[in-house]
Structures are given as C-alpha cells and as structure tokens.
C-alpha cells in the first residue's frame, strides 16, 4: 500500500496525543520537579548515560536533594558521590566526571553553569546529546538533541536517512523546523520507548502508520 506524504507537522501532533499515558522523558521530567538549573540538567544527563531513565530519575533526584548545586557537589568526596549515585551505569567514573565539573565551575565561573555549549562539550563525558538538552531545556536555546530513539525513529520513518547520532542531528537541523527542536526529544523518548520500538515496534496501532516508511523493519506487532 502507497504511504501517504510525510506532513511533520501532522506526524508530531498524533505523536504527542500517543505518548500522553506515558511517562515524560527523564530530563524533562527532572526540570517539571523543579530541577530545570543548566547544571542539574547537565549531571542529570550524564546519570541517564546507558541507564534506563526509570533508573535515572530516581537517582538524579536522590542526588539533588544531597547536593544540588556545583558548590555542594564539589563538597562530596568521589567515594561518597559515587555511592550516592551508585544505581546508574559506570557509577564511578561518572562521579569523578561530575565533581570536576563542579570543581571547575566553582573555581572558574563562581558556581555557576554558563548556557554555553562549547563549555559544556568541553567537559569530560558530555556530547552533543546532553549538551543540547541542557541548553534546550535549562536554556530555551534551539536546539536538537538526538538519543538512540530520536535516531532510531526519525530514521525509521524515512524522514532522515543517517548512520549516526551525530550525522541524524545534523540532517534534522536542516529538515526539521525550529519549533520542534527541543520538541522532538521530549515527545520521541517515550514514543521510541513504547511504540517505536527497536525490536518489533508496534506498527499495526502506531498513528503514523500511514505516513512513516518502515525503514529497517523486518518484524513488527
């Protein structure tokens, strides 16, 4: 059967009304608790590295009602960060990552997260993709942060055609219009986590069906 055009607009519409029931995507959810600072959503991001956000958020919020702000960070010892932190993957070493950062803010720009991307890439364990959400979400800046479901199913949908992370944010900030940029990740995490999914997604009740081209796959419910 033909698909029908690609209207994003459209696309977007039935993808927010889908994921409605659904739990928001940790970062967001974070900044909708009041933890919405450009350093809270930074180390919030670095914790939701290959860690499941229903894992994530808890541990974000566990941390920030100990330490909350760069000065408080850089107080905790490694050791004692890390346990605090222990439930996200690669515990230790991020908490070394995050007390630099905290160090480094406290010593360089008075405990204070710049909204400056180049600053956030700058420090160790953060990409574009957390770069971008803490600018987008702590900073109103327009911006795309790409995840594995962003990739995955802007890809699937035909509406992209990248390898990568990197090169999908790339070819959606020339395609997609502005007012979706920071739109995309919020409504795409829980429709990759529930519809979309990587493996056997839920196309025979997906609501853009018609629209999206099932690129890569095979096997769907």
Not at 132 to 149: P, R, Y
Request: proline share 5%; charged share 25%.
């Amino acid at each position: 059967m033909a698909k029908e055009t690609f209207d994003i607009d459209v696309v977007m519409k039935r993808v927010a009304e889908a994921v409605r029931p659904f739990p928001k995507a940790a970062m967001f959810e974070l900044a909708a608790k009041g933890h919405d600072s450009p350093f809270e959503q930074l180390i919030g991001c670095i914790l939701s590295i290959r860690t499941y956000d229903e894992v994530s958020l808890p541990v974000s919020l566990n941390l920030f009602a100990r330490a909350r702000t760069p000065q408080q960070i850089a107080a905790l010892d490694v050791a004692e960060l890390a346990e605090i932190i222990r439930r996200s993957s690669f515990s230790e070493r991020k908490a070394e990552q995050i007390k630099a950062i905290a160090q480094q803010l406290v010593a360089e720009h008075g405990s204070e997260l710049p909204c400056d991307r180049d600053l956030l890439l700058s420090f160790s364990g953060v990409g574009p993709k957390c770069a971008n959400l803490a600018l987008g979400i702590a900073c109103d800046q327009k911006v795309i942060s790409v995840d594995i479901h962003v990739h995955r199913v802007t890809n699937r949908w035909g509406y992209v055609a990248e390898k990568t992370p990197e090169k999908t944010m790339e070819a959606l900030q020339a395609t997609l219009p502005e007012s979706y940029w920071i739109e995309i990740n919020r409504l795409l995490v829980p429709f990759g986590k529930h519809i979309c999914t990587a493996s056997r997604p839920h196309c025979a009740t997906c609501p853009v069906l018609a629209m999206c081209q099932q690129v890569g796959v095979t096997e769907h419910r």
